[in-house]
Structure formats: structure tokens, C-alpha cells
């Protein structure tokens, strides 16, 4: 069993004025994975480093297994970490990079390459066992390096946005590793990235801004119930409607929108939607589709539109001057300067996705029980 906590760890770096990490707590169950994001200088590394040993908190502990940890040095915790620059011995061959881990435990030489032979099937680099590591291309250093992490078998993998320095192609194959890994071996593993796709490979993750944190849930709960306006900001593809919140329902030029009783009674509070949860609409009155009535929504003016793979993101200005993205169905279009109306569709996921208070600092309601407008 291993088990990663991190328990309202405050840390600052000398001559700061202000705290790099703020009360931040962060549990990680056995054989899970558990990712941070945040924009730069929001403390990700700091954090994965206080765990790591490889920074000193102010306050607060690291528990591994239960036992506090804190105060120990990196080398004697239950640990190991892998960084960006995979950092391989070149007086060592292949074998004997992922091997070194074992040796410095005192495990003999055959024995220990015999180990590097394993991890290296497990990161489909069998038969590169007698190769220098300077004829390897950067994807092959870095599966070296995950081989090498993974044979000092230690409880919990700590990953350092290990695969930022890779393209795309690379990225996506580390990835897809990643992830067999994972259920070969069940590691505990704590990732710091800046790429909300790969922090979508952990079971959930941490949304770290100014040092505090913001939200821990499944990367699609943050997408559709983000639980600040910093948060849905660092995720991308919000639409944000300024107004007020009276007994339950949202008023905007927009319409009135119902909320979730545990929004403030009144208020000024931003809605934030979903582009995937907004619609196009002929914007001459009645001319909804079906017949049916217009649903919550507001002119606008497509200002620039966008291929996203085989989808479309138009961005509009409404006659209110808010922002809009609305990302269109598959095979649709809009042309530049098209005067719509944009609308909620009716059962889209994240379609009445977080309002958040401004009055009395950050609050974030749930959705709603059901759609519609009131």
C-alpha cells in the first residue's frame, strides 16, 4: 500500500514577500494518480519539489503510508521523481541507466540488469539494452527514464511535466505508456503539467492558482462544474454572463435563468457556460427551431471563427459587448460578420454550468436539477 499526503503545506522562498504555497493539501490514494495544473508560477513544482523532499515547507507535512516524511531527506522516502530533462547517465548504456537505482540499493549487477530487462518490455524498448543513451531520440530518453524511475521500485512516482519537450506525436505515445504502465504496475503517481489533456490521464485533478487550491474533482467535472471563475478561466471554452441572482434564478440580458438553491439569495454573479452548450439561432423573432419559442440567449455578431480538428469555434460579440464562443456542430459553419442569436441548448451538458458570486468572494453554485429558463 502507498499513499501520498500533502497536508496544509504552506512554503516561501527566501526574500519573497509572499507565500509560494498556501495552506495546500493534497491526497493521493493508493495506486492512484492524482494531477496538478495551473498556470506558471502557480506553485506546481514547488509543491511536487516539498513533497519530493527536494524543498523544505514553512508549515505543514508529507505523509507517505501514513508516516510523516518531512523531515526526511528525499533519498529515504518511499519516492521518486522524474522531470522534464530525463537527465541519463552517458557513461551508461540503457540497461544500466534503468538499472542504476537497484545497484545503488545493493543489488548485484546481474540481477539488477536483469530487472532493467523487465522495465524496458514494459516501455517497449526491448533489445536496447546495450545502446549509449546519446543515439536515442528524445521519446526514447524519456521512456528510458520512466523504465529507470519505475525499477527503483519505490511506492509513489512523483512526474515533473515529464513529456512537455515532446511534440504532439510524442506526447500523445507517452500518454498512451503512461497509461499501460499504470495498469501493469498500479504506481501512485503525482503529475505537475500545464496541458489540461494530459492532466485528464489522472483519476482527478488539482487546479493550483496563486498558490492556493482551487478545486480537486475529475477533469470532467471541471469542465462542467468549475468552482471558481479563476478555475473555468484556466480551463478555456467559457462564456461569461455578467448579472444578478435573485431566489434561485439568474437575470441577465440573456434571460432569466434558473440556478441551484445554494446560490446566493442576491447578488452579482457571472454565469459561465460551456461553448459546447450554446447554440446558433436565426435571430429574427419566432424563428426558433420547431416552432418552439427562443430559449435563454442573446444577439450577437460572429467576429472570428476558428477550426478546432473537425469542428468549428466562432467567437461573437454580443449586443451587450460580452464574449461568446459557441463551438458548432459537426459539419456546420457560420460566416464572418453573421448576425445570429446565440442560445443554451436544451439538455447539453455543462448547459447551465457554474454562476460565481463576486459580492462575497468566490462562490461556486451547482447545476440545476433540471433546464430551462424560468
Known amino acids: 500500500m502507498s499513499t501520498l499526503e500533502i497536508r496544509a503545506v504552506r512554503h516561501r522562498y527566501p526574500a519573497a ?23 506558471s508560477g502557480s506553485g506546481k513544482s514547488t509543491l511536487l519539489r516539498v513533497a519530493a523532499g527536494l524543498r523544505r515547507s514553512t508549515t505543514g507535512r508529507v505523509e507517505i503510508n501514513g508516516q510523516d516524511v518531512s523531515e526526511r531527506p528525499t533519498e529515504h522516502r518511499d519516492l521518486t521523481v522524474m522531470f522534464q530533462n530525463p537527465s541519463l547517465f552517458d557513461h551508461l548504456d540503457v540497461a544500466g541507466n534503468v538499472a542504476f537505482a537497484p545497484r545503488l540499493a545493493g543489488v548485484r549487477r546481474r ?6 530487462q523487465r522495465y524496458l518490455r514494459l516501455v517497449h524498448l ?12 528524445g ?7 520512466l523504465a529507470r524511475a519505475l525499477a527503483a521500485e519505490r511506492g509513489v512516482l512523483l512526474l515533473d511535466e515529464p513529456f512537455s519537450s515532446l511534440d504532439r506525436e510524442l506526447r500523445t505515445s507517452m500518454h498512451d505508456l503512461l497509461t499501460e504502465v499504470r495498469a501493469a504496475v498500479s504506481p501512485t503517481i503525482l503529475m505537475v503539467t500545464h496541458d489540461i489533456d494530459e492532466a485528464a490521464l489522472a483519476d482527478s485533478t488539482v487546479v493550483l492558482i496563486d498558490g492556493t487550491v482551487h478545486q480537486q474533482a475529475p477533469t470532467s467535472e471541471l469542465y462542467s462544474r468549475p468552482a471558481s471563475l479563476p478555475t473555468a478561466r484556466l480551463l478555456g471554452g467559457f462564456t461569461e454572463v455578467p448579472g444578478d441572482v435573485h431566489h434561485g434564478v439568474h437575470h441577465s440580458l440573456w434571460g432569466r435563468i434558473p440556478v441551484a438553491a445554494d446560490c446566493p439569495t442576491t447578488g452579482d454573479a457571472v454565469l459561465v457556460l460551456r461553448r459546447e452548450a450554446l447554440r446558433l439561432q436565426d435571430p429574427a423573432p419566432g424563428a426558433a427551431r420547431g416552432g418552439e419559442p427562443h430559449l435563454p440567449g442573446l444577439a450577437a455578431q460572429v467576429v472570428r471563427r476558428r477550426t478546432a480538428g473537425a469542428r468549428v469555434v466562432a467567437s461573437l460579440t454580443g449586443d451587450d459587448g460580452t464574449p461568446v464562443e459557441v463551438e458548432m456542430p459537426f459539419g456546420a459553419d457560420v460566416p464572418l ?12 451538458p455543462g448547459q447551465w454550468a457554474l454562476p460565481t458570486a463576486h459580492r462575497s468572494g468566490t462562490m461556486a453554485c451547482r447545476e440545476p436539477s433540471r433546464t430551462g429558463a424560468r
Open 17 to 39: 514577500d509572499d507565500d509560494s504555497l498556501r495552506s495546500v493539501s493534497v491526497s493521493v490514494d493508493d495506486g492512484a494518480m492524482v494531477s496538478v495544473v495551473g498556470p
Open 139 to 145: 521519446g526514447q530518453q524519456q521512456r528510458v527514464a
Open 337 to 348: 460578420g453573421a448576425r445570429t442569436r446565440v442560445e443554451l441548448t436544451p439538455g447539453a
Open 111 to 116: 540481477e539488477a540488469r536483469r530487472s532493467a
Open 126 to 137: 526491448e533489445g536496447f539494452d546495450r545502446r549509449g543513451v546519446g543515439a536515442l531520440s
